[in-house]
Each structure stands twice: as structure tokens, then as C-alpha cells.
């Protein structure tokens, strides 16, 4: 079956832009979670929806919001970009976001800020 | 002191070498550990998945888990070339919040 898809893959935007990355789960998975991924921090866990409600949280300023529609695709949008918001944004699905449950990553969404 | 400390190498290897992969970890509520592997420009792959203490074995990989030191083991047989990857380690406690605690991951070079 397909596994995530993160769009776009790559990106370059302005500071003070904003930007919108796109995932589709797994199939059946309802739970998606969003990480940002920088050599510095590592993985860092922004926030996770499940049926459309924002579950748990990350520490990250309000600039980082997100969103899940009722197919399970999710959104988050990046907002006043700052150039230490350049990252590998990673999704990932699993199929009930509880314990035991397995997360998929996507291929992530390369952005850069200059 | 983060909760996961994991080494980022790199740690370079002649390819057929045995490599150890370790984290140390200071929540004692973590019962739930991962290791992942992030070939470059891609996303993390789940490798091996424990629960609890004890070890775990999967083809030429093996997860140990020693909960009294909070440490944790990845270990590769047999090294191959196209083992170079990042490994990540992750934790999850039980109850509360299921979202897992990564490690930053140790760079691996597996060298012909």
C-alpha cells in the first residue's frame, strides 16, 4: 500500500513569508504527527492530530499551526518565517496514535530560508 | 541534560564488522524503544521495535534494552556497505502521552 506522501519535497521561501506543507497517511491511519528535523536539534516532535483534533503538542511558538481534514490528510503552515525555520519537516501516520501503534514516516519537505 | 543522549558519531567500519549503536536515557518511565534508520534525504524507517527489557532479534540486528542503566543497544552483524545510514533511537513511556522521544542519531559508515 502507499506509504506517506509529504508535498512538496522541496522549498525556498523569504523570511517573513509563510508556507504550507501538505501529508497524506497511510491508508486507514488516523493519527498524524509532524516533526521538524535540523542537524542541530534533531527530531523534534511539532504537534499531532487525531480525528481532525490537535491531540498533543510540541513546544513551538504559535507560528506553527496545523490542521487535519476529515480524510485524515493534514496540513501545517509555517507562519513569519525566520531562517532557523529552515528544516526537513517530516509526517508521519499510524493507524490509532497509541501505544504499540507503529509510526510511518514520509519522505519529508525540505525548507530553506533565506 | 536531554532525556535521550545518543552519540553523533560518525562511527566508520569496515563493511562485515560487528557495529553497537547505544543511547542513554534519563526518564524511567520509558518502556517503549525504537531504533530507526534515515538513509540521507529521506525519512526514518522503523528497524526494530521493543517493549520492556530484554533483547530482540531481527535477520542481522538486535536490540537490547537494559532498563536498571537506561541504555539501550542496537547491534549490526555483519556489517554491509548499504547499511550506511543515520540511526536514530526512540522512547515512549507508558500512559500519558504515547509520542516518542528521539535520540539525534549516530551517523554510520560502512566502508568496502
Known amino acids: 500500500k502507499a506509504g506517506v506522501t509529504q508535498t512538496p519535497r522541496y522549498l525556498i521561501k523569504t523570511r517573513g513569508q509563510q508556507v504550507t506543507l501538505s501529508c497524506s497517511p497511510i491508508s486507514g491511519h488516523r493519527s498524524v504527527s509532524w516533526y521538524q528535523q535540523t542537524p542541530g536539534q534533531g527530531l523534534q516532535f511539532l504537534f499531532e492530530?487525531?480525528?481532525?483534533?490537535?491531540?498533543n503538542k510540541g513546544n513551538f511558538p504559535g507560528r506553527f499551526s496545523g490542521r487535519q481534514f476529515s480524510n485524515s490528510r493534514s496540513e501545517m503552515n509555517v507562519s513569519t518565517l525566520e531562517l532557523g525555520d529552515s528544516a526537513l519537516y517530516l509526517c508521519a501516520s499510524s493507524l490509532a496514535g497509541a501505544q504499540g501503534n507503529t509510526i510511518y514516516f514520509g519522505e519529508g519537505s525540505w525548507l530553506t530560508v533565506v | 541534560q536531554k532525556e535521550v543522549e545518543q552519540d553523533p558519531g560518525p562511527l566508520s567500519v569496515p563493511e562485515g564488522a560487528i557495529v553497537s549503536l547505544n543511547c542513554t536515557y534519563s526518564n524511567s518511565a520509558f518502556q517503549y524503544f525504537m531504533w530507526y534508520r534515515q538513509y540521507s534525504r529521506k525519512g526514518p524507517e522503523l528497524l526494530m521495535y521493543t517493549y520492556s527489557s530484554g533483547n530482540k532479534e531481527d535477520g542481522r540486528f538486535t536490540a537490547q534494552v537494559d532498563k536498571s542503566s537506561k541504555y539501550i543497544s542496537l547491534f549490526i552483524r555483519d556489517s554491509q556497505p548499504s547499511d550506511s545510514a543515520t540511526y536514530l533511537c526512540?522512547?515512549?513511556?507508558?500512559?500519558?502521552?504515547?509520542?516518542?522521544?528521539f535520540g539525534r542519531g549516530t551517523s554510520l559508515i560502512v566502508h568496502p
Open positions: 526512540a522512547m515512549s513511556p507508558t500512559g500519558g502521552s504515547y509520542i516518542p522521544t
Open positions: 492530530y487525531f480525528s481532525e483534533t490537535q491531540r
